[in-house]
């Protein structure tokens, strides 16, 4: 079917021709089935028309359109190693394989397939869906795991260490197979007696690791420092940075990043242009500083061309990135530039769309 009018197009249509912002960003590529959000991105970018595919009948079109959304949709082979690993790491928990019986050599195999494609995987756009609360964990400590292995690189670390710094991020929690699982997914709030019990999970952690081969003292270290603060004020021995191993310092950052990026049962996630904010206050005596800004400047690199909704629902394109407020770039929207660095009650809410 040629090109046609915005109003005529229907969901489940597909577009046969990318379609490009006013600035020359892609909003959709070929092929792209238009669903509710499609139609609200196209109309906020004020596009005339489209190109979609030749419609078969009435209810043909229906059925096909509801068939697209019901579908699975195909893995990436990121998604696919991810989840391998993630059916490993459940495993891991539920069967309390620990210590001397730790599957680490299984562990690093995985680890390693999944991270031949971590130039897939995108700090702030990469959300699996936590199925169940429970989930939580597994992703949280997966994720922390990738990220951490991309801020070794990026911080310049030997390669000899990217490796051993993901394993940190992927056992960082590992103590928690020894706390009372309610505590874990209790929805309401902890007494203080039951956050003195959560804070365990760390020396309890260390205390699994510590004699597992193949994982380095760093590792074990991350597992009971990450929550350590470069002023002292963290647990569970209040060290200061100097006595903080530089791979808990990594973690401690990812941790925080994807424990506030990902959907809990009891609150929705938070936009990853707001915790990086967060993160970057945080770095004032409790984070190290020199990795906090190197994982906001290489987070945010390559954001220009994605398809945010701003706090106010109003959706654009990032245009411009200033490299001294990385976290609030300009913003387009119907072809107004919005300047967060100057517009300060506004921010970037949700990514609709990548670059």
Do not use: C
Request: net charge negative.
């Amino acid at each position: 079917m040629p090109s046609i009018q915005l109003a005529q197009v229907k969901l489940g249509d597909k577009i046969t021709q990318d379609v490009h912002t006013s600035l020359g960003g892609t909003l959709f590529h070929k092929g792209k089935v238009v669903t509710i959000r499609e139609i609200e991105i196209l109309n906020a970018f004020l596009i005339p028309t489209v190109h979609i595919e030749a419609r078969e009948g009435a209810m043909e079109q229906v059925a096909a359109a509801v068939a697209e959304e019901t579908s699975p949709k195909e893995q990436t082979s990121l998604q696919k190693e991810y989840d391998s690993l993630l059916g490993l790491l459940k495993r891991i928990y539920r069967q309390h394989t620990i210590g001397q019986s730790l599957p680490i050599l299984e562990i690093r195999t995985r680890m390693e397939s999944l991270l031949q494609y971590i130039k897939e995987y995108n700090v702030l756009t990469f959300l699996p869906q936590v199925a169940a609360e429970e989930d939580y964990i597994f992703h949280n400590s997966l994720m922390s795991a990738m990220t951490s292995y991309l801020l070794a690189q990026w911080a310049g670390l030997p390669q000899r260490d990217w490796m051993q710094v993901a394993l940190a991020g992927l056992f960082h929690d590992i103590g928690n197979i020894k706390i009372d699982q309610s505590l874990l997914h209790k929805p309401s709030s902890l007494t203080l007696t039951e956050i003195e019990q959560m804070k365990q999970h760390t020396v309890q952690g260390y205390q699994l690791l510590k004699t597992v081969p193949a994982i380095n003292e760093g590792v074990k270290l991350t597992a009971l420092q990450h929550h350590e603060k470069v002023d002292g004020s963290g647990y569970p021995l209040g060290v200061t940075g100097e006595s903080i191993h530089m791979y808990a310092k990594i973690v401690a950052i990812a941790d925080i990043f994807h424990a506030m990026t990902l959907k809990r049962s009891y609150r929705k996630a938070a936009s990853p242009y707001i915790v990086m904010e967060q993160i970057q206050k945080e770095s004032f005596g409790k984070l190290e500083p020199t990795f906090v800004q190197i994982f906001i400047e290489k987070a945010t690199q390559f954001h220009n061309g994605m398809i945010v909704r701003l706090s106010d629902e109003r959706i654009g394109e990032i245009v411009f990135s200033d490299r001294n407020y990385p976290t609030r770039p300009w913003v387009s929207v119907q072809g107004t530039i919005i300047n967060l660095t100057t517009e300060r009650q506004l921010y970037i809410q949700e990514i609709l769309q990548h670059g």
